[in-house]
């Protein structure tokens, strides 16, 4: 049951999109290669927008130090100690 709707689903895709060997047409149809283009387009604008965000939420995160308190002050909490205070307030 399985292996037949995967089947059909696969001979669906086929029917719709038939790939080119030429990179950017995907389908036959021209009015729906033109929505691709453009969805593609829209798509790489939001993926830059959203680099654009998360680089400025990074920069104004790392300006901010963190309050740190290490309970347990072995050998390895001064190890942390010493590695966060660096950047933080322990």
């Known amino acids: 049951l399985i292996i037949m709707a995967a ?3 696969s001979a669906k895709a086929h029917n719709f999109a038939s790939v080119s ?5 995907f389908v ?3 009015e ?3 929505t691709l283009r453009k969805l593609k387009l829209e798509e790489a604008r ?3 927008e959203l680099r654009a965000l998360v680089d400025q939420k990074k920069l104004l995160l790392a300006s901010r130090r963190l309050r740190i308190g290490i309970v347990g002050f072995g050998t390895f909490g ?3 100690a010493k590695t966060f ?3 933080n307030d322990v």
């Open 21 to 25: 060997p030429g990179g950017d047409n």
């Open 78 to 80: 001064q190890f942390l």
């Open 85 to 87: 205070k660096e950047s």
């Open 46 to 48: 939001l993926m830059n």
């Open 28 to 30: 036959d149809d021209p």
């Open 7 to 9: 089947l059909n689903v």
């Open 32 to 34: 729906i290669n033109e």
